[in-house]
């Protein structure tokens, strides 16, 4: 069933149609760490989070309040389950500013204030041939638990897994015991082949029945531009900046466009993170387009 995306005529797949949100209603807890490594250039955390864990399916993500009881630094951080087992709920950190700089640096016995499981996770593949997972950097992560739910359904799963270096390639080794093949691809070609995960990708969709994505806001352009070319389906767990994880604060609005073919303004967190690749208008990321609705109630023009 296709139907016009309402920019600039492209007709594809519905692939944005709300995804039930699995289990019941997200938890907030104090969890301990039961265990943190480095990965690479990241940092794995374990927490002992059992009533997250049951509830957890892969795509959502938990939110966790950062830099302890008396930090001035108010806004969660939000990250992607990697994992879930044995009632933890693993998850892999990139440090980058203080809020994420200060999770990597948790240990085991210490506790964190986190929220999940949030968001709606991935939907099941379609009938067909097999399922493509491609991750971007520490996003490859969040494609683990993916890949093992379909592995347990009797399908077939490839994976694409690609970084700018080798350091900051992430969850190679757990995607390799399920998926095959497994393709790796470096910028600089210090690890697998030199390229892009597009580069990789287009050798594999001409035959899959769906592609998984998960990485930077380019990456997932330029993936669902060679499944949509390819015929087909993909989904994408983006990466906007989620400063709430239950859609109060507006921050990580996308512009997506529903089955009636107007454009709208999704929040990544509770209408998110997955959405239908060809569905999220990826070139009006962080503007506002004339034509999504109530833009005119906002004082913008149509040129």
């Known amino acids: 069933m296709t139907t016009p995306t309402g920019h600039g005529g492209h007709r594809g797949p519905l692939l944005s149609r ?28 374990t927490l002992a989070a059992p009533e997250i864990a049951e509830r957890a399916e892969p795509g959502q993500f938990v939110a ?17 389950i990697a994992a879930t087992a044995d009632g933890q709920v693993t998850v892999v950190v990139a440090p980058h500013g203080p809020g994420s700089t200060w999770l990597a640096g948790l240990r085991p016995g210490d506790t964190v204030d986190v929220v999940g499981p949030l968001g709606r996770p991935f939907p099941a593949a379609p009938p067909g041939g097999p399922a493509v997972v491609v991750g971007g ?3 490859a992560a969040a494609l683990v638990g993916l890949a093992a739910r379909l592995r347990a359904e009797g ?15 992430c969850s190679v ?39 998984y994505a998960c990485g930077p806001m380019p990456m997932l352009r330029a993936v669902t531009d060679v ?19 239950i859609g109060v604060c507006m921050t990580c609005v996308l512009p997506v466009v529903g089955e009636d073919g107007r454009t709208r303004f999704a929040r990544s967190c509770t209408e998110g993170p997955v959405f239908g ?10 503007r506002l387009p004339w034509d999504v ?11």
Do not use: H, K, W
């Not at 499944?227 to 994880?245: D, I, K, L, Q």
């Open 155 to 169: 399908r077939t799963v490839a994976a694409v897994a690609g970084a700018a270096s080798a350091d900051r390639l």
């Open 137 to 139: 950097g520490y996003g």
């Open 173 to 211: 080794e757990e995607l390799s015991r399920i998926a095959d093949p497994v393709l790796v691809t470096t910028d600089d070609g210090s690890a697998g082949r030199p390229g892009r995960v597009t580069d990789a990708l287009a050798d594999l969709a001409g035959d899959a029945a769906v592609v």
């Open 18 to 45: 709300p995804v039930p949100v699995a289990g019941r209603a997200p938890v907030q807890r104090v969890a301990e760490v039961a265990d943190a490594r480095p990965a690479g250039a990241y940092v794995q955390l």
């Open 277 to 286: 690749g060809d569905r999220v208008r990826f070139a009006d990321v962080g």
């Open 64 to 80: 966790f309040a950062v830099g302890g009881a008396t930090s001035a630094m108010l806004l969660r951080r939000s990250i992607a």
């Open 227 to 245: 499944a949509t070319a390819a015929g087909v389906p993909c989904y994408v767990a983006v990466e906007e900046s989620m400063a709430c994880g």
């Open 293 to 303: 609705v109530g833009a005119d109630a906002m004082g913008v023009l149509a040129p």
